[in-house]
Structures are given as C-alpha cells and as structure tokens.
C-alpha cells in the first residue's frame, strides 16, 4: 500500500519572464530517501523552496503529509527539517545558543543528546564562525532534527566536506532513514546520490527528465558493463581475441577491460580462455555504468 | 515565552559581542559624551544647559540608528532570515527583538549620562525626572523604529550607512543637540522639524526642563510616538525574508510616509 508522505502535481514556477520549474510531478514514499538530481539551474532549490514555504508556487499543487506548505506555514514547521544549502545562523550565535533558539521556536526542549551525538558536545561555547565548513554542516543537521521532524530536506548536505565528514554524514542519514525520517535531498553528487537514494528524480531546465531506482535509471541507459581484467601473464594483452558482447576494449597497465552489453557471456568468455592460455586471474572487476555517465547521457542528450 | 526570552538573550548579548555594536551601542556614544563633557563645557558653558538631554539623544541615535539597520540587512542577505522562517520564527520576533534589545542598550547609556551629567561635567539636571524618563522611552522607541525601518528598505549595507546618514548628520546639525532651535535662523527651521531630533529636544527643553520652546512639547512627544509606530508598522509591512525574493508587499519608498507625522506637526505649531 502506498504511503505518501509528499507530493508534488504539475508544479510550476517563474521568476519574470524565467520559468525555473515547469510543471513537474513527483511522490515520496514514507521512510525513503528521495534524491533530487540536477545540474546547478536545473529546478532543485526553488522546488525545495517552495517545499519548505519560502516560496508561492504558480501553479500546480504541492502537500507535505496533506499540508499545502504555502497556505499552512504553522503546520509545516513541526513537520519539517531543514538543512539548508548555505549553513544560514548568524555567525556569532553559539553552538549551545542555537540548539536553544531553535529547539524554543519548535517548542521542545534543547537536543543536546544529539550535539553529543555529532561530536559537537565540546563546542557548546564556540561561535558559528569559528566553526569548519564539516562542523558548520553537522550543526545545521543537528537543528534540522532536533525536533524529530518526519519529513526532512537536505540541500546539498556534504558540498565541501572532507571524505570522513562525508561518510560520517552518510552514516546519518541511513540512520535517520532506520529510525523512519524520510528524506529528500538534493544534489548534485552522482556518486551520493547512487549510493543514498532509494528513488531519484533528474531535473533538467525545470523539469523532470527521468525518474525511478538508480538501478531502474542506470539500467535504461545506453551504458555498457566495464569488465577489468589482470592477469598474470598479461596473456589478454598480447592476442587480440574478441569476446561475445564486447563493444569496446582498452588495456591500462596490466588491465585489460572491455565494455560489453552482456557481462554474463563476455566473463564466462574471459575465463576459460585465459585459463585456456595457462595463464592465471588476478584480478576481475564487473562495473554496471554509474548513475554519473547515465546523468551525463541524459544531460548531453537535453 | 521561552522561545522570547532565549532570542532577547541571545539578541542582548550580540549587541555586547558583537565589536561593531560595542562600539555603537556603548564606546563611541560614552566617549563622545566624555569629550563633550570635558571640552564642550568649558569652550561654550551654555551648552551645559544641553549636555544631558543632547548626550542621551546621541546615545540613541548612534545605537538605534548608526548601529540596529546593518545586522538586519547582513543577516537577510546572508540567508539567517531564510532559516528563522523555516523554523518558525515570525516577523514581529525578527523585528522586535532586536529593536527591544538596542532599545535596551541606549537605555542603560542614557541613564549613565543622565546620573552622571550633573556630577561629572556640570550639566543641567531635568527639573522633572518623570518627564524626562518619558521623553527618553519614547524617542529610544522611535528612534528604534526609524533604524529597524532602514535595515528593512536598505538594499545592502552601504545603502544603510547612506540612509542612516541622512538622519544622523543632520540631526547633529540641525536637531537642536548642539545648540538650541530657538537659536537657528528661521529659514532653516522648518527643515529642523523634519527631523525626529529637533521633537525631541522641544520635548526635553518644555517638558523635562520646564524652559520655552518653539513648538508645542506635548504636540511634539505625541508627533514623535507616532512616527516611531508607524515606523514600526511600515518594517513590518515591507521586511522581506531574502533579498532573491522578488515578490515584495510594498515599494520601499513608502518608507517615507514615516515622515508624515512630522510634515502634519509643521502645520501644527
């Protein structure tokens, strides 16, 4: 059975003469994580904007667990966090100031399990400013949750974060999905968008081009398999064998890799032949396309 | 009222960490009044008569007008605004707090100079300490005003130095602070009573020091507290959340009918 936490109908928006979104249509499912996609221009922002009420729509229709955001802003606050693109408190706000504020506007006592919890517990006292780019983020998260919102907006959540700021943020956000938050989030990170989201939707130029599982959308490209190969004669360098499926072969060091629309035949193939030769695997990698190169042949297409 | 009590403490407390309001709210309009205390005094020993009423309407000016408008138009454009609204923080607590709170400040100011005028520097107490306590609430309030009301209609920061200026430097000038109205040529008054500064020193000099005015005192108080509420009425009519937003309520040239009162009071004598 479905259950819809948000959707979106045939919305529209313009800025002037500027039509940034142009009827777009989506639904999130209760406890998932939604991805957002598109290039810098491409719809996101003013979509969630118009999500977290910033924003009137002009046209369409747009429900946040049967809350309309732009008609019912006092019902929309308790049901959403946000974390928003730029880390917007105000630089001389303390860390333990803004737990207070916010959490007081929300009408919950101040989380600060949760400041524990993102290792920002010592830093009570420090000033936003003082903070790095990877602690300003894991504040702006600890506030977007702190009052145990159902329904959670992430807007370019990782931009500028180091690799283990990354990770640990990630580990978050399958947490927070665990414990039954839903998540939309936008970005422009291919790579943490196909190892986060359930369900993607791409945005190009205001509207949606594709949508579904990054397996579903990887899988309706026109990419092909990457099979990487090493082994240790190098026996697949010297002859120039073909293999069933193969499209395209390149040898990279003591790599031989083939781009095939059949992976299955093509390293059956690969096997028996090389140990048909006497030679000896090292090292077999099978690599479905990425949700990038599916992204970049949507992109170039538009 | 948790919620009230956090954003005031917070608010107050910026207003004392925050350098560049120190400085407005606390070291330049304390230090200005020590030098006008010590030299002024003796170079024009009239201008006792004007030191603590003239010193508090400095203080408010430089605190309310010079410091209240910049954060405001910082944190809008830095998109804090964005986030209070995402949180729920409404409009009147994004005003109104940070008015209150520089209202504050200007007061604690305004009572070191009034109790110490005297003592330190000579200048003339009020003759009544009610009216001159009224007086001071409301100009703070509309000076209060008048500053959140340009940090709203400024585009950016340079714009409320320039609109901030226009008030102050005239002000100074012609607002009665640095010698009485009565004194300034007849041509020039009019323009004098444009000016939130000159109402309230007819309201210091007839109310608080029982002394002769060019206008009406009570007219003036009364001209004062309505511009200050229309001030109010107008940041709250014309704040915007962001600075992308374009869908705006009203042009921010209808800041200007916070001069009404004031063209009205010319008529009124």
Request: net charge neutral; glycine share 8%.
């Amino acid at each position: 059975m479905s259950d819809k936490v948000l959707s979106v109908k045939d919305f529209r928006k313009a800025y002037g003469g500027f039509v940034a979104v142009d009827g777009i249509s989506f639904e999130v499912q209760r406890g998932e994580i939604f991805g957002l996609l598109g290039p810098n221009g491409a719809g996101k922002t003013t979509t969630l904007e118009c999500l977290e009420g910033i924003r009137k729509p002009d046209g369409g229709q747009m429900r946040i667990m049967n809350v309309d955001p732009s008609h019912e802003p006092r019902k929309l606050q308790n049901l959403i966090g946000v974390q928003l693109q730029t880390s917007s408190l105000p630089w001389n706000m303390t860390v333990g100031e803004a737990m207070k504020f916010f959490c007081a506007y929300h009408g919950v006592a101040p989380r600060y399990d949760l400041l524990e919890r993102l290792e920002l517990k010592d830093l009570l006292n420090s000033q936003f400013s003082k903070l790095s780019t990877g602690l300003q983020r894991r504040l702006a998260l600890a506030l977007a949750i702190a009052h145990n919102p159902p329904m959670l907006f992430l807007d370019e959540p990782t931009a500028g974060l180091d690799v283990g700021s990354r990770s640990e943020l990630h580990m978050l956000m399958e947490e927070l999905r665990d414990e039954g938050s839903t998540i939309l989030l936008a970005t422009h990170d291919m790579a943490e968008a196909e190892k986060m989201a359930d369900q993607v939707a791409i945005l190009m130029k205001g509207k949606v081009v594709t949508t579904g599982t990054p397996r579903e959308i990887t899988a309706t490209g026109a990419g092909f398999t990457k099979v990487s190969v090493s082994t240790d004669q190098s026996v697949l360098h010297k002859n120039g064998k073909v293999f069933p499926a193969v499209r395209q072969t390149l040898f990279k060091e003591e790599y031989a890799i083939y781009y095939t629309t059949d992976p299955g035949p093509t390293v059956s193939a690969l096997i028996d032949y090389v140990s048909a030769q006497g030679d000896k695997l090292i090292d077999l990698r099978v690599e479905r396309p990425s949700l990038e190169e599916r992204f970049l042949e949507i992109t170039n297409k538009e | 009222m948790t919620a009230f009590t956090n954003h005031f403490t917070y608010e107050f407390k910026t207003g004392l960490r925050n350098p560049s309001l120190l400085m407005m709210n606390y070291l330049f309009p304390l230090g200005f009044y020590a030098m006008m205390g010590l030299i002024m005094t003796k170079v024009n020993p009239g201008f006792t008569q004007l030191l603590i009423p003239a010193m508090v309407v400095f203080a408010a000016m430089t605190s309310t007008i010079l410091g209240l408008p910049g954060p405001l138009v910082e944190l809008r454009e830095a998109g804090v605004f964005r986030s209070f609204k995402i949180n729920g923080v409404p409009v009147p607590s994004i005003l109104a707090i940070p008015t209150l709170t520089t209202i504050f400040h200007a007061l604690i100011v305004a009572t070191i100079i009034a109790l110490t005028g005297a003592p330190l520097f000579g200048g003339v107490a009020p003759t009544n300490w009610t009216a001159f306590i009224l007086v001071t609430l409301v100009a703070v309030f509309t000076f209060g005003a008048i500053g959140t009301l340009i940090g709203v209609v400024a585009a950016s920061s340079r714009g409320t130095v320039l609109y901030s200026q226009l008030i102050f430097l005239p002000s100074m000038l012609l607002g009665g602070m640095m010698m009485p109205i009565s004194s300034l040529p007849a041509s020039v008054r009019p323009i004098s009573m444009l000016l939130p500064t000159a109402h309230v020193m007819q309201a210091y000099t007839g109310l608080a020091y029982g002394q002769g005015t060019v206008t009406n005192p009570v007219s003036a108080l009364v001209i004062l507290a309505i511009s200050g509420v229309l001030a109010f009425g107008l940041a709250s009519y014309l704040f915007n959340w962001d600075s992308r937003n374009n869908v705006r309520r009203g042009h921010p040239l209808l800041a200007l009918l916070v001069l009404v009162p004031y063209l009205v009071g010319m008529f009124l004598k």
